[in-house]
């Protein structure tokens, strides 16, 4: 049984009788999974926090152009990761005002299907965290039928857990439970300079909750 709680399983798709002669390869549907016993103590967890950074607020209209993610275990940081994407379409200018990211930065950077299938890899057993995980998630998600492969992993958000740890904060956008931890941001709106402070704010309300288990963050997991 531990070995299915991180697995990854491959379908080989067989084109039909009636398929047409021009669409004849074979496709390979990737399904990655990890799971991990609510008991298990927060200590043992390995955390991958994570930010995008797209050209709008829909999955299904918009897309990535920064993946950045570091991960954790036992509140240091063993390893990184940073790339940024070439989008299929132009760079909005109120994106570029809002992150500073310009279309020469984007240019000879590497496709979503190139990155996507490295950070997957980075992943590996890992508990995901992000700041409104439901909106990185939405596009974790569509990338990942662009390159046919399914995801199924614990994914926590620290919104949701400002909500309830931090309710007498007037907002819980990150600015402001930043502010409240006294955590500097090295550059807002990109990737890893969201990731880091991401990263510090978790910990603390970790630590100031006496959160012990994985079990007890239950109610902030993204579905």
């Known amino acids: 049984m531990n070995k299915l709680k991180c697995s990854g399983f491959y379908r080989v798709l067989f084109p039909g009788r009636d398929s047409d002669s021009s669409e004849q390869e074979l496709m390979l549907h990737v399904e990655q999974r990890y ?3 609510p008991s298990t103590s927060i200590s043992d967890l390995h955390w991958v926090v994570f930010d995008f950074e797209t050209t709008g607020l829909s999955s299904k209209a918009n ?53 996507l299938r490295k950070f997957l890899r980075f992943l590996r057993e890992g508990v995901l965290v992000a700041h409104n995980m439901s909106f990185d998630k939405g596009f974790l ?38 502010a409240h931890y006294e955590v500097d941001f090295v550059e ?36």
């Open 141 to 178: 998600l569509e990338g990942c039928k662009q390159i046919n492969f399914s995801l199924s992993y614990p994914t926590y958000c620290t919104v949701k857990m400002a909500r309830k740890f931090l309710r007498q904060l007037p907002r819980h956008n990150l600015d402001t439970i930043a």
């Open 63 to 115: 897309e990535i152009i920064e993946i950045g993610a570091q991960r954790y275990h036992a509140g240091k940081c063993l390893d990184s990761f940073h790339s940024m994407v070439r989008p299929t379409k132009g760079l909005p200018p109120r994106i570029t005002k809002i992150t500073g990211i310009t279309e020469p930065m984007l240019a000879d950077a590497p496709p979503l299907d190139t990155v």
């Open 35 to 37: 799971e991990i016993a």
């Open 188 to 223: 807002r709106h990109r990737s890893i300079g969201d990731v880091e402070v991401t990263s510090k704010v978790l910990f603390n309300m970790l630590e100031e909750n006496d959160i012990k288990s994985i079990g007890q963050l239950n109610e902030f997991r993204v579905p």
